[in-house]
């Protein structure tokens, strides 16, 4: 957060400070991955690690966006509740949970590789939700993601059933948010980021009970057997605070580039991601398991394209404004993992 502020304060170019944006955005998130994997290698308590991540949010983005003069969210009828804020803070839990999960069982790589199917599940669930259809050149487009998933998948060494359902579960909750979002959005008249602050309380409430069930009840009888305990008590609060600030300068990058340059760039952070889990916490890989990580990455950068292109013929679904940019609501919840 220092090097980000420290470098937009020294450049005057849009361009440049977009530039900042974008290495503390990649280099928090993974920051934020690689750290993740440790704690949950020696504390294999998922669910705990999603409940510092939500509480975080919680009780840290209405400070923050407050200070950021972002406008407060107007009341919210019981009816928004049961039907939009409740579903989509129960799909933020469950996305938040199986991303742990994942993580936990896989390597921090292949999590990232499972999660560039992410288009292929927009697409399909934007048909059948929205009544949305594209030309065919869109969904050729998700050919070359497709196999790039399946041949990491075949060739991953450290591969898990659970781990791949994981991420499989956490994109398909991250896509149904995406989705769903637009129509709250549109019906709560609401900011995204007020969205995503109240989403993260409902979500804390319903996470509470089972995190007390699934870790807490374990962990007073078996924390004494846990190693490195000194170290997860700083680790733990850290990756909470790196998640945090991964909120926030995605949200400074939202705010500052189109949808489509989003979207690159959020492909770009998950090479990014593969690439410091590899240096960094050295999994072993396959010449194979490269080649379809870089084959599923390629391709959500060509689905960007010919998305973007496509998109300039129709109607936006729900463009957002924004400090003087168009945001679409599309790309504002695949920011946590």
């Known amino acids: 957060i220092f090097f980000f502020c420290f470098l ?35 504390f294999p308590y998922p669910v705990t690690l999603s409940m510092v ?8 983005l209405g400070p923050s966006l407050a200070a950021l003069q972002v406008a407060p969210a107007p009341h919210l009828s019981r009816k928004i509740y049961t039907r939009r804020i409740i579903p989509l803070a129960l799909g933020k839990l469950l996305a938040s949970v199986s991303a742990h999960v994942s993580v936990w069982k896989v390597s921090v790589s292949y999590a990232h590789t499972v999660k560039a199917s992410m288009p292929l599940f927009t697409v399909l669930l934007s048909a059948l939700v929205l009544n949305e259809t594209y030309p065919l050149k869109v969904y050729l487009s998700l050919v070359p993601i497709i196999l790039g998933v399946i041949l990491a998948s075949v060739t991953e060494i450290s591969f ?40 993260s309380q409902v979500a ?20 004494h057997k846990v190693q490195h305990l000194g170290w997860l008590f700083l680790a733990v609060p850290i990756s909470g605070c790196l998640n945090f600030a991964q909120n926030i300068v995605a949200f400074t990058m939202i705010s500052a580039v ?15 991601v593969i690439s410091a889990s590899l240096l960094l916490l050295q999994n072993p890989v396959t010449l194979y398991n490269v080649l379809g990580m870089g084959v599923a990455i390629s391709g959500v950068l060509m689905y960007n394209k010919i998305k973007h292109s496509a998109s300039r013929h129709l109607k936006p679904v729900l463009p957002y404004q924004l400090h003087g940019s168009t945001v679409d609501s599309s790309v504002l919840f695949d920011r946590t993992h």
């Open 160 to 199: 898990d059933l659970v781990g791949m359902l994981a991420a499989l579960l956490s994109t398909l909750a991250i896509s149904l948010q995406n989705i769903y979002s637009k129509k709250c959005m549109r019906e709560a008249h609401i900011h995204h980021q007020r969205l995503l602050l109240v989403m």
């Open 53 to 60: 991540n939500l509480v975080g949010l919680a009780f840290g």
């Open 8 to 42: 937009s304060a020294c450049m005057s170019s849009q361009a440049l400070k977009i530039v900042a944006l974008c290495v503390t955005w990649y280099l928090l998130s993974a920051a934020n991955n690689v750290i993740g994997k440790q704690i949950l290698s020696v």
């Open 258 to 272: 189109s949808p489509v340059s989003y979207s690159v760039a959020n492909a770009t952070k998950r090479i990014v």
């Open 204 to 223: 804390c409430f319903f996470l509470f009970p089972f995190w007390m069930y699934m870790d807490v009840w374990d962990l007073t009888s078996q924390l």
